[in-house]
């Protein structure tokens, strides 16, 4: 992963939370986002330098033995207290004696309640050894002096190693320990929040949930076009990339560096076609692609289930397009189909929105469509036909790009206005029906202001539109409610669409006046639903 921080204001966040808890406000938090995404970065972000007046206990989880990560745990717990020092423990499957030995004398009590959890390691009573093992966190404050941090990544996989009644023992100390805060992070989003909403977030347990969202279109694509410095051509390259990819740095990164080692390797200082085709094949396409071997890992889990083998078909399914339960039925069939769309909901593989599903990962998406769909497509289907169908696919979505790149941004909302079929979808917090118009029609505001007005009628309703690609203020969002209220028949639906954030006194006024408000991540659902990016 890059050095480059690309969601500064999350960062910033979270140290204003360690700041606030070290003044005595506690405020636990959970974050999620999808793999790749950058939550392990701004963990790392927050730890380094370490709060002088706190204990930062980081521990990432993974799939392992008990054993090794209570060893990994209780090392972390330890740790906490050195404040940078060198550790006398090399290996987390080494004895922790060396460690105890050097800090016995500094924590004479956290080291006295750690020997008797080594003996439970012994006898693989890993259950009590947990237990143990947190409980030595408000003995290790009481001897350092300070408040402790707590930080769980990937927290989930808690459930994974086997532990009885992992978070419901932790869930005891979020609600009765007032001087440690809780961080947990975690890459399956749907798991994450049940498991926060029904047994962690209790009494006074409560958690602010913070979502990895699409990150600053600008700020992204000036790190793409830093990144492939000494690549002629990148730049007019970089705005697909960071559409197509924006939402997950990593895949950016490693897409970035091997279009960089390629155009090396070929001495080629000239972005062309054949070198981003290269790339993506040799990442998604190629058996051996770090990209393909990471989607085939997320599906994976799906076929230990009973409707592996389904939920597999609906998802090809949706990411060739069909959108509601009813089209994936009259594809495949409608025999187990709620249990198989649950599995995939379940898995974080699709997601639905409204009445509509969609798979949200664009890696996925395009390995779905323009791989496994070609591989299932007929017996035999050779390597040679699995590329051709590849490179079609990004042919075609690169196309699609520079056809609607080249429009006004009101021009690409007046598209997506053109392509609504009366679906139900979920935009700004709010579910509401897209209603297929049969008019559209553009008409500039008699003020100096720089947005575009849309009234588009159809099924006997009328809707109107603010576009504005900069900044919305509350002058602007007078303006436009003003206008709505000129029109006649009355809007029965008013929008206000724009790439960038409004400022909290323009959205609160919007929502006095019963306006939608359209952000990045809106558009970006609503190009993912109609096949935009």
């Not at 970065?41 to 330098?49: A, G, N």
């Not at 550790?87 to 080494?94: E, I, K, T």
Request: with cysteine; net charge positive; charged share 20%.
């Amino acid at each position: 992963m890059t050095e480059t921080n690309l969601r500064p204001e999350l960062t910033h966040h979270l140290h204003r939370r360690l700041q606030a808890f070290g003044e005595g406000f506690q405020h636990n938090l959970a974050m999620i986002g999808p793999p790749g995404s950058g939550k392990t970065f701004q963990l790392q972000l927050v730890m380094t330098p370490p709060p002088p007046n706190l204990l930062l206990i980081y521990c990432a989880l993974y799939r392992e033995s008990c054993g090794s990560f209570l060893r990994r745990f209780l090392s972390a717990i330890l740790q906490a207290s050195l404040q940078g020092d060198r550790l006398p423990l090399n290996s987390v499957n080494q004895s922790l004696e060396p460690l105890l030995r050097h800090l016995e004398g500094r924590l004479p009590k956290t080291v006295a309640a750690i020997r008797p959890i080594e003996g439970l390691l012994t006898k693989r009573l890993f259950g009590d050894a947990f237990s143990r093992a947190l409980d030595l966190i408000p003995i290790l404050t009481v001897e350092c002096g300070r408040p402790c941090v707590l930080i769980l990544d990937e927290f989930l996989f808690l459930e994974e190693l086997g532990f009885a009644h992992a978070f419901h023992e932790l869930g005891k100390r979020v609600m009765t320990w007032p001087h440690t805060l809780f961080i947990l992070a975690s890459s399956s989003c749907y798991r994450a929040r049940m498991i926060l909403r029904e047994r962690l977030q209790l009494l006074f347990g409560q958690f602010e949930l913070v979502t990895l969202d699409a990150i600053d279109p600008t700020t992204l694509t000036m790190w793409v076009q830093r990144e492939l410095k000494g690549v002629r051509g990148a730049k007019a390259v970089s705005p697909f990339l960071t559409q197509w990819l924006g939402a997950y740095p990593w895949y950016l990164a490693v897409f970035l560096k091997r279009l960089r080692e390629l155009a090396a390797l070929g001495k080629q200082p000239d972005f062309t076609e054949a070198l981003f085709l290269q790339t993506a094949w040799d990442l998604l396409g190629s058996p051996g692609g770090t990209l393909r071997q990471w989607c085939v890992s997320k599906t994976e889990g799906l076929t230990r289930s009973r409707l592996g083998a389904r939920a597999i078909e609906a998802l090809m399914q949706i990411a060739n397009g069909a959108r509601t339960t009813t089209e994936i039925g009259k594809r495949i069939g409608r025999a187990g189909l709620p249990e198989a769309l649950q599995l995939l909901v379940e898995h974080d593989l699709a997601r639905r929105n409204g009445m509509c599903w969609m798979v949200t990962d664009p890696i996925l998406r395009c390995w779905l469509s323009s791989v496994l769909s070609a591989q299932r497509s007929e017996p035999g289907f050779t390597t040679a036909a699995t590329r051709q169908q590849f490179e079609r696919y990004l042919r075609e979505l690169w196309t699609h790009w520079m056809h609607t790149h080249q429009l006004s941004f009101t021009e690409q909302v007046v598209g997506l206005f053109a392509q609504f079929a009366d679906e139900t979808v979920s935009l700004d917090s709010k579910t509401g029906r897209l209603p297929k118009f049969q008019t559209i029609r553009t008409q500039r505001p008699e003020s100096a202001g720089p947005e575009a007005y849309l009234i588009a009628g159809g099924q006997g309703k009328q809707w109107c539109a603010s576009v504005q690609e900069g900044p919305v203020d509350e002058n602007a969002i007078g303006r436009f409610d003003a206008f709505c209220r000129s029109q006649t028949p009355k809007p029965s639906r008013k929008v206000v669409i724009t790439k960038s954030i409004l400022d909290q006194n323009a959205r609160l006024l919007a929502k006095t006046a019963n306006i939608w408000v359209w952000g990045a991540d809106d558009l970006s659902t609503l190009m993912g639903l109609y096949g935009q990016i």
